[in-house]
Nanobody
Framework: VQLQASGGGLVQAGGSLRLTCAAS????????MGWFRQAPGKEREFVAAISWNGGITDYADSVKGRFTISRDNAKNTVYLQMNSLKLDDTAVYYC?????????????????WGQGTLVTVSS
């Protein structure tokens, strides 16, 4: 399985971006997917997760109400719509595929990781 994240860039505070993660392989629709982020000098942190069929989602408190995770199993793709971006959202964002079908916030429950896409929010 290979994951390719894209859609990052430079955006002003209050703006929006949509991240996309395209997955290879035939097992995409069987497993939960997640988005994580890592800011300079900080540990990687959970952002959002979605169950195998999209029926269950979970968000970090810091992004709840602003970010939306979704998936299209027919396209082997997961998305992260980010609205009302804040300076603190600046980070490298990673998509990951779990080896479970249910959502999780724990990095060790994710088997495959993308290369990351940089989101920079400016004032």
């Amino acid at each position: 399985v290979q994951l390719q994240a894209s859609g990052g860039g430079l955006v002003q505070a209050g703006g929006s971006l949509r991240l996309t993660c395209a997955a290879s392989g035939q097992t995409f629709g069987c497993y939960a997917m997640g988005w994580f982020r890592q800011a300079p000098g900080k540990e990687r942190e959970f952002v959002a997760a979605i169950s195998w069929n999209g029926g269950i989602t979970d968000y970090a408190d810091s992004v709840k109400g602003r970010f939306t995770i979704s998936r299209d199993n027919a396209k082997n793709t997961v998305y992260l719509q980010m609205n009302s971006l804040k300076l603190d959202d600046t980070a490298v964002y990673y998509c990951a595929q779990s080896y479970r079908f249910y959502v999780s916030r724990q990095t060790h429950l994710y088997e495959y990781w993308g290369q990351g896409t940089l989101v920079t929010v400016s004032s």
